[in-house]
Nanobody, 123 residues
Framework: QVQLVESGGGLVQAGDSLRLSCAASGRTFSTYSMGWFRQGPGKEREFVAAISWGGGTYYADSVKGRFAISRDNAKNTVYLQLSSLKPEDTAVYYC?????????????????WGQGTQVTVSS
């Protein structure tokens, strides 16, 4: 499994932007598909975005057009650019990794998880 460490969360106002980063250990990062999930207060963990090892990207409808996922295999890092943030985006954001190239919206298909980073959006 790969070790994941997220960073970049914080307290922002509605309409602001943030960039989350997730640094992965190991030499095989390019062979992993990566995902971002979030869990808001009193809510279940939900899919946000994913990028396959082949570069395909997937987004939840609630963030499409506002968030962008990307990866830098040379730096073993995946990013999530959050723009036009809304109070309902408030959550702990988790980075995840899987060897699979399908089913990337399902958290059950990811075997490695980071500790999470808090994003709080005030109105």
């Amino acid at each position: 499994q790969v070790q994941l460490v997220e960073s970049g969360g914080g307290l922002v106002q509605a309409g602001d932007s943030l960039r989350l980063s997730c640094a992965a250990s190991g030499r095989t990062f390019s062979t992993y598909s990566m995902g971002w999930f979030r869990q808001g207060p009193g809510k279940e963990r939900e899919f946000v975005a994913a990028i396959s090892w082949g570069g395909g990207t997937y987004y939840a409808d609630s963030v499409k057009g506002r968030f962008a996922i990307s990866r830098d295999n040379a730096k073993n890092t995946v990013y999530l650019q959050l723009s036009s943030l809304k109070p309902e985006d408030t959550a702990v954001y988790y980075c995840s990794a899987t060897r699979q190239n399908y089913g990337l919206t399902n958290p059950g298909n990811f075997g490695s998880w980071g500790q999470g980073t808090q994003v709080t959006v005030s109105s």
